[in-house]
């Protein structure tokens, strides 16, 4: 990994171990599940929506999402020697899930407490398309805000690829 690469993921590493970060996160995540659930979308957990190739489909995050999200696997597998944020992690095998995400065990999300915004905001129930867009519109705008709030570098990027970048 290059050096400027290297950097932004040792500071998103960082800024995702930040208590008041954490916080605020985890706020707009619960704000985000409590204006789906207000929408009603039904899920039947056919595991479509993390077989990006199969599906046609691609989940893009932040690099903060994906070291926030790294820090709560590793802090889950409660391995005292990697306990930190992304260090040490052990990644899953992605060559065991190609064009899947490699959280995704038998059809279900293993990390759904801590998956990130566009996993929550995605249904593939016909009809839903619509509000989807305006939430996600709206979330990612608020994602963007608190990046700034906190003076948090922003980057987009696919969700495995970051995954991949972040395990390097
Ligand atoms: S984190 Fe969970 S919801 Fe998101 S793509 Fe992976 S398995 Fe699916």
Redesign the pocket.
């Known amino acids: 990994m290059r050096d400027a690469e290297s950097g932004l993921w040792a500071g998103w590493r960082e800024a995702s171990a930040r208590a008041e970060v954490d916080v605020a996160l985890r706020g707009l995540y619960a704000e985000l599940d409590a204006t789906i659930a207000a929408k009603g979308p039904t899920c039947w957990s056919s595991g479509k929506?993390?077989k990006f190739v199969e599906f046609e489909h691609r989940?893009y995050v932040t690099g903060l999402e994906i070291a926030w999200f790294l820090g709560g696997v590793t802090a889950a597998e409660g391995d005292a020697e990697t306990n930190e944020p992304c260090g040490g992690i052990r990644l899953p095998q992605f060559a065991e899930h190609p064009g899947a995400?490699p959280?995704?065990i038998d059809g279900l999300?293993?990390?759904?407490a801590i998956?990130?915004l566009g996993?929550r905001i995605f249904f593939c129930q016909q009809g839903t398309e619509a509000w989807q867009q305006d939430v996600y519109e709206d979330f990612l705008g608020r994602l963007q805000s608190l990046h700034q709030a906190h003076g948090i570098e922003y980057r987009y990027m696919d969700?495995i690829a970051g995954l991949e970048q972040a395990g390097a």
């Open positions: 929506c993390c989940l995400c959280y995704q999300c293993s990390t759904h998956r990130p996993c969700w």
